[in-house]
């Protein structure tokens, strides 16, 4: 027999890729949440979530939106937060579970512990699980399976909160781990954030490249370049909002980086083989890692 649903009203704040795959989730097991409610921003988003069905209660106003849920969920772009949070907050159920599933974790603290009343207990988290594509026809239920979803709780968040989060996720098909904000913004920053950024500048420079070869750079560009262009067609108000809500941490890695980057390009200068060879077997180890890990 199934278990009782983890929540009884559960409200998603944002219905796009990763909102959706939750609601998809959660109407295709069942042992989530008995009603699900979801509010986005544009009249478009909320017309189409209506047509496909995957909630229960479509609400265009957020504050009704999060009344009487056991559960919020931030599914909006990080640089949303503030603000959908002031027009929330005054609204939370008493006991209610704030979280989240932004890619940067210091920064929604920094904006929503303010904001929350006594007793509404915040528990941020962050699945390691997306794909280029954005709004809610891009999601799907399986998304989070047997992928990593990182809890960040504060040193003061109610222990039960926090296991409710993480049978959250388990539910969801993901593996938990647990780490402190800044942790986790640093860890991102190396494995997803600089790898956008590099990929959002790859495309540009060949971008601005192609004017003066009349296009061949991108006629040929089905080797290494091609697998960049996928990384880079994802949203631009959520990468722009990840990149200046992890500013600190994305610019450390970005200076790291460019200094071996730099290394890298002395060695080709000067024919340094071994050097060269070193990082690519360097390359290879990582990539046999993950296939190992089965994250690849
Ligand atoms: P998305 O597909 O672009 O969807 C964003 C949703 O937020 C849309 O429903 C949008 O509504 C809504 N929204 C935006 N601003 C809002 C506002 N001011 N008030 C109310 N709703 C608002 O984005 P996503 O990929 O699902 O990303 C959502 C969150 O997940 C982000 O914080 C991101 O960092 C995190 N995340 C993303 C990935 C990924 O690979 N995409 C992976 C892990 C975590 P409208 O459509 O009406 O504008």
Not at 79 to 86: F, L
Request: glycine content about 8%; hydrophobic content about 45%.
């Amino acid at each position: 027999m199934a278990d009782a649903p983890l929540f009884d009203r559960l409200c998603l704040l944002g219905v796009g890729l990763i909102g959706s795959s939750i609601a998809r989730a959660a109407k295709a097991r069942g042992d989530i949440a008995r009603t699900v409610v979801a509010h986005a921003k544009t009249p478009a988003t909320l017309e189409r979530v209506r047509e496909l069905g995957i909630v229960d209660v479509v609400e265009p106003d957020a504050a009704k939106a999060v009344q009487g849920a056991d559960c919020v969920i931030f599914c909006v772009p990080v640089g949303a937060y503030a603000e959908v949070g002031a027009v929330v907050a005054p609204h939370l159920k008493p006991g209610a579970i704030v979280t989240d599933v932004g890619s940067t974790k210091g920064s929604v603290v920094r904006d929503l512990s303010p904001l929350l009343p006594a007793g509404v207990h915040l528990v941020p988290a962050h699945p390691m699980a997306g794909t280029e594509h954005s709004g809610p026809d891009a999601g799907f239920a399986e998304l989070f399976e047997g992928r990593y979803c990182i809890v960040t709780p504060l040193p003061d968040s109610d222990p039960a909160a926090v296991e409710k989060v993480r049978e959250f996720w388990r539910r969801c098909g993901s593996m938990i781990e647990t780490l402190d904000p800044a942790t986790h913004d640093k860890v991102v920053a190396i494995v997803s954030h600089l790898p956008h950024l590099i990929a959002f500048t790859i495309c540009s420079t060949a971008d601005d490249l192609a004017e003066e070869t009349k296009e061949a750079v991108l006629k040929f560009a089905a080797s290494g370049f091609r697998d960049f262009t996928r990384i880079a067609a994802s949203d631009p108000t959520m990468w722009r909002d990840v990149f200046l809500n992890n500013r600190e941490a994305l610019l450390e890695m970005l200076a790291r980086f460019t200094e071996d980057a730099h290394a890298l390009g002395r060695a080709v200068r000067w024919g340094q083989a071994e050097y060269i060879e070193d990082r690519i077997r360097r390359g290879r180890k990582i990539r046999r890692g993950l296939i190992e890990r089965k994250q690849a």
